[in-house]
């Protein structure tokens, strides 16, 4: 339910003073969400204070406790770790230091204070929070503040934010930092492999995850390992038998590299600990194979965030801002997580308590239930990888038969959801083709049957190894036919851009005419323009924004040190402007220009306007987006003479057009996860299908569920009719007719300090965190 209605809504920070502090370990993401909290804060009128040094500046008081403006805050989105400090600290795990703190909160009028760490941090927070009152009570019997003081300040707000690398935090989908640290890993794995291959080396990779096996498990799924250990999931004994089997059948059949994923913290069914070294020299001793192990350690934690943990950031910054100043004194203490896309607000000790379970079930050797207890997310990604590592190429064929395609323009992760869903094809003892060329190969027989070995490698590779075009069956359609009923196809797997669901419309629109295209069909959104309908997000989209991103730090990098600059960069998406918002949002850009939010020169005026009032402080560049149609005739060359023109004697101003490099370049973590996902749940849902539908000896599908588009749309995972979707397609632009991300645009203004109605703000839910909500089906 909704937290309040609008009109009820406390959203002015008149008088108010806000503080946010970052504790514990550091995770990429953090200075995002102090960003937008100052921002925020600023945004809504309120005082906003940086505590430096997390609760030690806060004990320390002085310096460390410092007002902070706009500019405070500025060109710090793209750094990793965090520009106020985190520091442990024992004074505030007593109540002398806590009374300190307290004394230092009121005597700058802070009653409202955010904390971004994780479960001890925000433990800590709490306790705090209750104690307030008492701790106030004792400063003025001490005399230290007065009675009127400490009656002005009776109640302190506290709201948290979850940053942790691990993902080990109860109630939210992903914790700030999660997504940046799966790249670290990835980029390492992905480095690594080429050196195995080339010397026919196993390489043992351990991962942080003392306590949560959720970075060893995802980059073990994203990365196609042979093996994972993790503490929620101990192998069973005699695990080395099985373990050194696995490798030498690996290897038996071709392969010239082992890839071991090792969390730190992985146990055994006794409890004792799993080492990377132990690994390693079983490999040796039982194998003889050449073994090296790699240990991860703080590299994990180092680096640029990813575009994800930038908006996840900010978005959760942003939310901690309006819980507090929703916040009274009977509104229990919160954090910000994430459900899907949406913010959430969940009551803070239940989450902690929840993830002190998870701990509990672990020690008491309940390791199914510690699994169940992370979340569903959690137990799908380990389900999956378990399904993909000990499957096997079925003995046996049955009746069935599948040939997967891939259309549109390259996509990151069309490789990945290639590969699983082939592997799961011939494991359910179908018969597999690949289609070369999309639906032209279908048309002119470049139909080939693949084997397991085939794809091998496949997850971290970019682009569409199967080769894509956009040719449509409407082209075609007498010879598509002809080669389905010559290779016998029971089922299509079409991945691809807004042309595959297009496609396979034309051919279920096609099916009165011929039986032939009577058969399963199913879409899996491949298109870096995110614009196809029925799903929330298209695989390669995240790899394309963080490709827009990267370019886009160099882009304002290259400005330092030279005189006030202003970029105007045209980025890709079709009509479909989801790329430029959520890169702008990632890159503080000034302005992102799409079709979705039309403008005219009056607003263009308005935005020169404020970077010509933004050139006057400190702030020396300007970054502007522009979707590739979003205007026919605000052209990127016509805003790059306009901000030229107007901004004369004050900036200049350059223009960079990103072009196909938003399409290339190895799939992020998120984009291999989700596309080995999509692909096994695809074929899964193929297969049942097929077993309903056939009969006197052949498939025959023509009932509208058999033609489906799979998506992800807020935490459901589901398969819509693509039939269904016409509705809510818009066919001339391309794109459905409802997107859910313009409710960031919001958030992209107002972080760059326009003025707009803060009634359109979409605040967060309030959930409590059980274990049925655990269970429902949510993000990767």
Not at 20 to 38: E, H, Y
Not at 542 to 558: L, P, Y
Not at 586 to 597: H, M, P, R, S
Not at 755 to 766: L, R
Request: glycine fraction near 10%; hydrophobic fraction near 40%.
């Amino acid at each position: 339910m909704k937290h309040c209605e609008l009109e009820k809504r406390q959203r002015t920070g008149t008088g108010k003073a806000i503080a946010v502090l970052t504790s514990g370990g550091d995770a990429q993401g953090m200075n995002a969400a102090v960003r937008a909290v100052t921002r925020m804060g600023i945004y809504v009128g309120a005082k906003v204070y940086l505590i430096y040094e997390g609760y030690q500046g806060l004990v320390d008081g002085g310096d460390h406790i410092k007002l902070s403006n706009w500019q405070s805050v500025s060109d710090i989105i793209q750094q990793g770790g965090t520009v106020i400090g985190s520091a442990r600290c024992k004074d505030f795990t007593k109540r002398e230091g806590r009374q300190k703190a307290a004394y230092n909160l009121v005597q700058r009028g802070i009653t409202n204070l955010c904390v971004c760490g994780g479960d001890g941090s925000l433990t800590g927070a709490d306790v705090f929070r209750r104690e307030w009152p008492e701790l106030l009570a004792d400063l003025v019997r001490e005399e230290r503040i007065t009675e009127e003081l400490a009656q002005q300040h009776a109640h302190l707000n506290i709201v948290g934010l979850v940053g942790s690398i691990d993902n080990d935090f109860c109630g939210t989908d992903m914790t700030i930092g999660a997504d940046s640290a799966l790249h670290r890993i990835m980029e390492v794995i992905d480095a690594i492999s080429t050196t195995a291959q080339s010397h026919q080396r196993t390489f043992v990779l351990e991962v942080m995850g003392r306590h949560c096996g959720y970075l060893a498990t995802v980059s073990a799924l994203a990365s196609g390992a042979d093996w994972v250990f993790i503490p929620e999931a101990p192998p069973e004994d005699g695990w080395e038998e099985h373990f050194c089997a696995r490798l030498g059948e690996s290897r038996s059949k071709g392969s010239r590299l082992n890839i071991v994923i090792v969390a730190e913290g992985a146990i055994d069914r006794h409890g004792q600990l799993i080492s990377s070294s132990y690994v390693k020299d079983l490999v040796v001793k039982r194998l003889g194979y050449d073994t090296r192990v790699t240990v991860l350690g703080h590299v994990q934690r180092g680096g640029t965030p990813s575009a994800f943990d930038r908006v996840l950031s900010s978005k959760m910054g942003m939310e901690a801002v309006v819980a507090l100043l929703e916040a009274t004194p009977d509104t229990e203490a919160c954090v910000i997580g994430l459900s899907g896309n949406q913010a959430m607000r969940l009551p803070l000790m239940e989450c902690v308590q929840m993830t002190k379970e998870v701990q509990k079930a672990m020690n008491e050797k309940r390791f199914e239930e510690a699994i169940q207890l992370r979340g569903k997310s959690f137990e799908n990604n380990w389900n999956t990888y378990k399904l993909l590592a000990h499957q096997k190429p079925s003995q046996s064929q049955n009746n069935f038969s599948l040939a997967i395609l891939n259309v549109g323009a390259p996509a990151a992760g069309m490789n990945a959801a290639v590969r699983s869903a082939v592997r799961m094809g011939l494991a359910k003892g179908h018969k597999v083709y690949t289609i070369n060329d999309g639906f032209g190969g279908l048309a002119t027989g470049l139909i080939n049957p693949v084997s397991w070995h085939d794809v091998a490698g496949w997850t971290g590779q970019g682009g569409s190894l199967l080769g894509t075009k956009r040719t449509l069956p409407n082209s075609c359609m007498e010879e598509i036919v002809n080669n389905i009923r010559k290779y016998n196809i029971q089922s299509l797997l079409v991945i691809g851009g807004f042309e595959a669901y297009e496609g396979v419309l034309q051919l279920v629109e096609a099916r009165g005419r011929y039986d032939e295209l009577c058969i399963v069909m199913c879409v899996i959104p491949a298109t870096i323009s995110n614009n196809v309908p029925g799903t929330d997000f298209s695989l390669g989209s995240d790899t394309a924004v963080n490709a827009a991103m990267e370019s886009c730090d160099k882009i304002k990098q290259s400005a330092s040190g030279t005189k006030r600059r202003v970029f105007v960069v045209e980025t890709m998406g079709g009509f479909c402007g989801y790329l430029a918002t959520v890169t702008g949002i990632a890159v503080g850009a000034d302005a992102a220009y799409i079709f979705e939010e039309p403008f005219n020169i009056h607003d263009l005026e308005a935005n020169v306007e404020h970077l010509r009032e933004k050139m006057k402080t400190d702030i020396q560049r300007g970054l502007v987006l522009r979707n590739e149609k979003s205007n026919p005739q605000y052209t990127t060359e016509f805003l790059h003479n306009l901000y030229s023109a107007e901004g004369k004697g004050i900036f200049d101003c350059r223009v960079n057009v990103l072009g196909h490099l938003q399409q290339g370049g190895a799939p992020t973590p998120f984009d291999r996860n989700y596309g080995t996902k999509l692909g096994v749940k695809a074929v899964l849902w193929i297969t049942e299908m097929m077993e309903k539908k056939y009969r006197q000896g052949r498939v025959f599908a023509n009932s509208l569920d058999t033609a489906c588009v799979i998506g992800m749309t807020k935490k459901v995972l589901s398969f819509s009719p693509v039939t269904d979707l016409k509705e809510h397609t818009d066919f001339e632009h391309r794109m459905p007719k409802e997107q859910w991300w313009l409710n960031l645009r919001l958030m992209l203004k107002m972080l760059a300090k326009y003025q707009t109605s803060f009634k359109e703000y979409v605040i967060g839910e309030v959930e409590h965190v059980t274990r049925r909500s655990l269970s429902i089906e949510t993000g990767f």
